[in-house]
């Protein structure tokens, strides 16, 4: 049998993964609200049998909608919401014609929206941050981080533009996804929500609730916070329609909250769905029957139109 030592190691010396994944601020892509609005077809309730505590049901709904998320985010092989994430490698320096020595980085997750900061070094301990991303290129699934003007001086970089270097990317991608922290009257110039990650000057976002729906733009006066709360958002014109505290604010497209609706209809369905079939109380069961129908074309209907955002790498 082997023997295994372990020790006490201070934290110090703990040398953490440099790619980090961010879901903190991981949401529900689908609220109560838009699920009940949706055509489903589904008694929602009796999630819990018996029960006729509102706030039970509510819950359980809640719990259903947070599952139907993540299988959406399995089935893309991603996270749909809005997350900021570390990217760390090795990678080849390159010569550009016109920015000189450059690092071009791919980045796992898309849409990518912005980034927040590089830093690069010949080896992990001597990485520093890149001070001068005026004219870092931010590409449909990679970026092009100029690294002539970084470094001590004379730079290392300047005089040296091949070979390869450490690199970490921290970068924000996917939908905003939240909802309003406080009601907006019409009229209103500005909304307060409950996550601004993932909001970005001159973005448009959808305002929603079961009575209303228009289109805002964020102005471009905005600076983008990763606060939890009551983040102010300014708009370029009033809103039209009356929002409550509670309604959608998203960027996400429709295509993936329809496919969230589905596959959480197919997730209640599911439950209890099949029944062992016997001829006579004499006789050994014959076969199983589906009591429900639609889960399996429900979910491959979700997955038809989640197809265009999985990730292919």
Same mark, same amino acid.
């Given at each position: 049998?082997?023997?295994?030592?372990?020790?006490?190691?201070?934290?110090?010396?703990?040398?953490?993964?440099?790619?980090?994944?961010?879901?903190?601020?991981?949401?529900?892509?689908?609220?109560?609200?838009?699920?009940?609005?949706?055509?489903?077809?589904?008694?929602?309730?009796?999630?819990?049998?018996?029960?006729?505590?509102?706030?039970?049901?509510?819950?359980?709904?809640? %719990?259903?909608?947070?599952?139907?998320?993540?299988?959406?985010?399995?089935?893309?092989?991603?996270?749909?919401?809005?997350?900021?994430?570390?990217?760390?490698?090795?990678?080849?320096?390159?010569?550009?014609? &016109?920015?000189?020595?450059?690092?071009?980085?791919?980045?796992?997750?898309?849409?990518?929206?912005?980034?927040? &900061?590089?830093?690069?070094?010949?080896?992990?301990?001597?990485?520093?941050?890149?001070?001068?991303?005026?004219?870092?290129?931010?590409?449909?699934?990679?970026?092009?981080?100029?690294?002539?003007?970084?470094?001590?001086?004379?730079?290392?970089?300047?005089?040296?533009?091949?070979?390869?270097?450490?690199?970490?990317?921290?970068?924000?991608?996917?939908?905003?996804?939240?909802?309003?922290?406080?009601?907006?009257?019409?009229?209103?110039?500005?909304?307060?929500?409950?996550?601004?990650?993932?909001?970005?000057?001159?973005?448009?976002?959808?305002?929603?609730?079961? *009575? *209303?729906?228009?289109?805002?733009?964020?102005?471009?006066?905005?600076?983008?916070?990763?606060?939890?709360?009551?983040?102010?958002?300014?708009?370029?014109?009033?809103?039209?329609?009356?929002?409550?505290?509670?309604?959608?604010?998203? *960027?996400?497209?429709?295509?993936?909250?329809?496919?969230?609706?589905?596959?959480?209809?197919?997730?209640?369905?599911?439950?209890?769905?099949?029944?062992?079939?016997?001829?006579?109380?004499?006789?050994?069961?014959?076969?199983?029957?589906?009591?429900?129908?639609?889960?399996?074309?429900? %979910?491959? %209907?979700?997955?038809?139109?989640?197809?265009?955002?999985?990730?292919?790498?």
């Amino acid at each position: 049998m082997a023997v295994v030592y372990t020790q006490n190691v201070p934290l110090s010396t703990v040398v953490p993964a440099p790619n980090v994944t961010t879901y903190a601020s991981r949401s529900i892509y689908v609220s109560p609200s838009e699920f009940k609005a949706a055509p489903t077809g589904v008694d929602v309730s009796q999630l819990i049998p018996g029960d006729n505590n509102q706030a039970h049901q509510l819950n359980a709904l809640v %719990m259903q909608l947070q599952r139907a998320s993540a299988v959406a985010d399995k089935i893309c092989n991603k996270v749909l919401g809005a997350t900021m994430d570390t990217q760390a490698g090795y990678y080849r320096v390159q010569n550009d014609p &016109g920015l000189g020595p450059v690092i071009r980085v791919p980045l796992n997750f898309t849409p990518i929206i912005a980034v927040a &900061g590089v830093s690069v070094g010949t080896t992990p301990s001597t990485m520093a941050p890149v001070t001068d991303l005026t004219n870092l290129w931010i590409g449909s699934k990679a970026v092009t981080v100029p690294i002539g003007g970084t470094g001590p001086s004379p730079s290392p970089f300047q005089s040296r533009s091949s070979g390869k270097r450490y690199t970490t990317v921290t970068y924000l991608n996917g939908w905003a996804n939240t909802t309003l922290q406080a009601n907006a009257a019409a009229n209103a110039t500005s909304i307060t929500v409950t996550a601004a990650l993932g909001i970005m000057p001159g973005q448009q976002l959808n305002l929603m609730n079961t *009575n *209303n729906s228009e289109i805002v733009t964020v102005d471009p006066s905005y600076i983008p916070s990763n606060a939890a709360v009551n983040v102010l958002v300014p708009l370029t014109a009033p809103i039209v329609g009356t929002y409550t505290a509670g309604d959608t604010v998203t *960027n996400m497209p429709q295509e993936i909250k329809q496919a969230v609706i589905l596959i959480a209809k197919s997730l209640i369905k599911t439950r209890g769905s099949e029944s062992i079939v016997i001829a006579s109380t004499t006789s050994q069961p014959e076969h199983i029957q589906g009591l429900e129908s639609g889960v399996t074309s429900d %979910m491959e %209907m979700a997955e038809y139109l989640l197809s265009a955002y999985v990730r292919a790498a």
